[in-house]
């Protein structure tokens, strides 16, 4: 069995607990703000091992209920970094609102992201203030020249920049943000994707730039060539020409050579990373529906006998209200469903009538009643099997499996429902 490391070290920044101290990225920033000319998010391949890369992305709840099992599955994790697919900072509140679910799961875990820097400036406070201790940030040029080869554009706001101006944007934010996060007293690591012919030549450059800063760690990592992308062609960086790159760089700052390429959506030990193993669950809790929980405290259930989830919304013509207890689950209560017919006001009446309800677990539903009372704030969830076992997946997102987000247009009632709300009325 795995066992919780005693002293909770980032593997990333600390090679001596890369051995039992693991990490995992949560995917919940899907957006970007510049455009890197070795990068293409479009790809997932579980085979393919490399930032921007992930299986699914999730919403700040969703990694809330993920976080929580994988920590549950592998309690070495002592890091939980978000690193894209795209840039944290593009998305700020997913970024700022996973990273205190993150802390709420669990107040020592550290907090790390990963940035391309241009947003640094702007939030370098609220990173500190969220509990990242953590940050890494991406400076593969400190001269515009070289700088203007690899981005094709820089977005803040609604301004776009391109060519040298981009690249001197960026270079100014990345230099005020490393600047602004070693002020607040944060770990920095600078990765430098090192791309032949472009910028490897530029590596003392860079290295001595960030050591005047503070930079705690440089990460040269070799660029990966990837179909479609500018640089497809650049062959990759033989193992020779980083540790050459590298010993040149180690005159002015440490050097990590245990990177390992790691995907959006990585987890596990550096060493043994199990985002393969993970893959499954992260595109299942990527499903949950998000569940309105502001002074919705109750479940509604449509059952026959008290057990089961066995009748279908448009059936039923009374819902028990469930709550959960310390012990469990309990029964608060039946409540009756007003009477069938009446269409879109029937399912109005059932939504004031649940409007504690944060969830209705049914075997079936049409498309005028998921209308109807989604937008009154309930989520339908169709389900079979027992009840305990749809309450656990509300409250504690355990067994998500068994819960379908489904559009209403699937409906399986056989008898006579077009979707239109009358075979449910
Ligand atoms: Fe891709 Fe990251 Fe560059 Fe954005 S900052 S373009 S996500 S590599
Ligand atoms: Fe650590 Fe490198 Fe993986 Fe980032 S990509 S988490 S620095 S091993």
Known sequence: MNAQPKTVKHPCFDKSSEGVCGRVHLPVAPQCNIKCGYCDRRHDCVNESRPGVSTAVLTPAQAGIYLSGILAKEPRISVVGIAGPGDPLANPEETFGTLREAKKLNPNIIGCLSTN?????????????????????????VDPEIGAKIYAWVRDGKVIRRGREAAEYLLER???????????????????????????????????????????VLNVMPMAPVAGTPFENVLEPTPEMMEAARAKAEKFLPQMRHCRRC????????????????GPYLKECAEIIPID????????????????????????????????????????????????????????????????????????????????LEAEGLTLLEMSGFIDMGLSAVYEGKGLGALKKRSASGCRKSSGCGGDGGGCG
């Open 117 to 141: 820097g241009l947003m640094l400036p702007k939030y370098a406070g609220e990173i500190a203030e969220s509990g990242v201790t953590h940050v890494t940030v991406t400076v593969n040029a």
């Open 174 to 216: 990345q230099l005020e943000g490393i600047r602004a996060v070693k002020e607040k007293g944060l770990k920095v690591k600078v990765n430098m994707i090192l791309i032949p012919g472009v910028n490897d030549h530029h590596v003392e450059a860079v290295a001595e730039k960030m050591a005047s800063l503070g930079v705690d």
């Open 263 to 278: 995907r959006a959506d990585a987890a596990g030990l550096l060493g043994e990373d199990r985002s393969r193993e993970f």
């Open 293 to 372: 929980l502001r002074n919705r405290p109750n479940v509604a259930v449509a059952t026959r006998e008290g057990l089961l989830i066995n009748q279908h919304l448009g059936e039923a013509d009374s819902f028990q209200i469930w709550s959960k207890a310390p012990e469990g689950f309990k029964l608060v209560e039946t409540r009756k469903a007003p009477p069938s017919g009446g269409n879109v006001e029937r399912w109005k009446e059932l939504a004031s009538i649940l409007s504690d309800c944060r969830a209705v677990l049914v075997s079936g539903f049409g498309k005028v009643p998921e209308a109807v």
